[in-house]
């Protein structure tokens, strides 16, 4: 039996038990190996309804979806029609922001790789119409600049909206038909849906929140995220074999099952290179590329993305160097654990790939002197509090706003231990992890000037 038929009974055996066990309603996963495809799929699509998970129903592929934006731009670059290195406004104009000397300056890889520097969370609804994009653009004006192009990295959505657009002007269509006639269309894909109107002609999942983190997960309020951030990862859903499908042509030297010339060959393995590294965050990738997380993980290098939208998270891992990938698509409960299971067992065994645990806290990293954590931190999304009480020890508290203010558990108060240098953990969350906070730059008086996520939320207390 070759190891691939020994991971599609292992998933047999132990799938639908593993989603019990973190309380993840459905799933469905897709592993490439040895030039073949299996996946398998449990549970249900919605607890409402009771429709149960197959191997061909959609879920959303959340913020995978920059990786397919960002391969709409390089065939752009393929095509002589984009500049990476040129700034934004060469192709749109009437890109503003804040800062007009940043706006002036930011080129198209900055927005790539998440090193544009300009506040990143705006999901402004501009309604359902092939203009929404361009809207949401055009409401960038006022967003503010949270420091240089090219300085640092800090996860970008707007960023990626822009990219869209670009892409958009340059082709002449709307981002959706982009996607249908530059990917799904030479990709050969069957069952990938753009948006709610395709996707309602499948099995489609509905994402399942927790109110507090003691509920079961219920059917979300709504399916999907606004139309205006679909280029970032707000609508596209699919089926996880066609995720790998796209996957295997980045493999495959940017050709398609058929030997369609997707991307040029450079061009799919130039989007693998770093273009930034990353603050010490544990979760994440050590670095960034050309739409790509890059995850230094012993047996790798590997490259991914993770994808979270209302209630439904995506991961995605692809191990160049041994021609493997997996993608596992969920909607709701503690997909974070069941990534671990799964692509523990499954890259371990097939490409000897070691997936690092879950951070832990570590005493001694505790820092000496917690004064440069203590403040209030500020984002789009999260108003952040970090203080210390009588005994020196640190509390976080973020307080969501927006939209996601209705979506997650109520704030509450969590102390910071140790973890890595500038890096702390929280001693838990409502899904029982211990999510990294790194403390990065300086204010000019030694406090740290962000508190970084991935996201970095800028010091506002002075």
Same mark, same amino acid.
């Given at each position: 039996m070759s190891k691939l038929s020994e991971i599609e009974t292992w998933l047999a055996e132990n799938f639908s038990a593993l989603l019990e066990k973190h309380q993840v309603p459905g799933a469905a996963v897709a592993v490439f190996a040895n030039g073949e495809v299996i996946d398998h799929a449990a549970g249900v699509l919605n607890k409402s309804t009771g429709v149960e998970s197959t191997v061909d129903s959609l879920f959303q592929i959340g913020s995978i979806t920059k990786v397919w934006t960002t391969t709409l731009a390089m065939q752009l670059v393929d095509e002589g029609e984009l500049d990476l290195d040129?700034?934004?406004?060469?192709?749109? +104009?009437e890109f503003a922001l804040s800062?007009? #000397?940043?706006?002036?300056?930011?080129?198209?890889?900055? /927005?790539?790789?998440?090193?544009?520097?300009?506040?990143? #969370?705006?999901?402004?609804?501009?309604?359902?119409? #092939?203009?929404?994009?361009?809207?949401?653009?055009?409401?960038?004006?006022?967003? +503010?600049?949270?420091?240089p192009p090219g300085e640092m990295f800090s996860y970008n959505n707007a960023g990626y909206c822009v990219l869209g657009r670009l892409v958009e002007v340059l082709r002449g269509k709307s981002y959706d038909d982009?996607?249908?006639?530059? /990917?799904?269309?030479?990709?050969?894909?069957?069952?990938?849906?753009?948006?709610?109107?395709?996707?309602?002609?499948?099995?489609?999942?509905?994402?399942?929140v927790q109110p507090t983190p003691d509920d079961e997960p219920v059917a979300a309020p709504v399916w999907a995220l606004t139309r205006s951030n679909a280029p970032a990862g707000s609508h596209l859903a699919m089926r996880p074999r066609d995720l790998l499908t796209f996957v295997r042509m980045h493999l495959n030297e940017g050709r398609a099952d058929d030997g369609t010339q997707v991307l040029k060959p450079e061009t799919a393995r130039a989007m693998w290179e770093r273009?930034?590294?990353?603050?010490?965050?544990?979760?994440?990738?050590?670095?960034?590329?050309?739409?790509?997380?890059?995850?230094d993980w012993e047996g790798g290098p590997v490259i991914g993305h993770d994808g979270g939208t209302i209630g439904q998270s995506a991961f995605l891992r692809v191990v160049p160097g041994s021609n493997v990938a997996v993608a596992l698509l969920t909607n709701g409960g503690k997909p974070l654990h069941l990534y671990l299971d799964i692509f523990g067992k499954v890259l371990g065994d097939l490409a000897g790939v070691e997936v690092p645990p879950l +951070?832990?806290?570590?005493?001694?990293?505790?820092?000496?002197?917690?004064?440069?954590?203590?403040?209030?931190?500020s984002s789009q999304v999260a108003d952040v509090v970090v203080s210390k009480d009588e005994d020196g020890g640190l509390w976080l508290e973020r307080t969501p706003k927006g939209i996601f203010a209705d979506?997650? +558990?109520?704030?509450?108060?969590?102390?910071?231990?140790?973890?890595?240098?500038?890096t702390l953990v929280i001693e838990h969350d409502g899904l029982g992890l211990h999510m990294p906070h790194a403390f990065v730059g300086d204010d000019g008086t030694g406090r740290a000037l962000f508190v970084h996520t991935g996201r970095a939320d800028r010091r506002v207390d002075r």
């Open positions: 040129k700034p934004v406004r060469d192709y749109l +104009p800062d007009e #000397d940043a706006a002036s300056r930011i080129t198209v890889r900055q /927005l790539t790789c998440h090193i544009a520097g300009f506040e990143g #969370d705006i999901f402004t609804d501009t309604g359902q119409g #092939d203009d929404c994009v361009a809207k949401l653009v055009a409401t960038l004006s006022d967003v +503010p600049q949270l420091f982009c996607l249908r006639d530059h /990917l799904f269309a030479p990709l050969g894909l069957t069952h990938a849906a753009a948006g709610p109107y395709d996707a309602i002609r499948y099995r489609a999942a509905i994402g399942h273009q930034v590294e990353l603050p010490y965050l544990g979760l994440m990738g050590g670095a960034w590329g050309l739409g790509w997380m890059i995850f +951070p832990e806290p570590n005493a001694a990293e505790y820092p000496a002197d917690p004064s440069r954590f203590v403040g209030e931190y979506l997650g +558990p109520a704030p509450e108060k969590s102390r910071l231990l140790g973890y890595k240098g500038d």
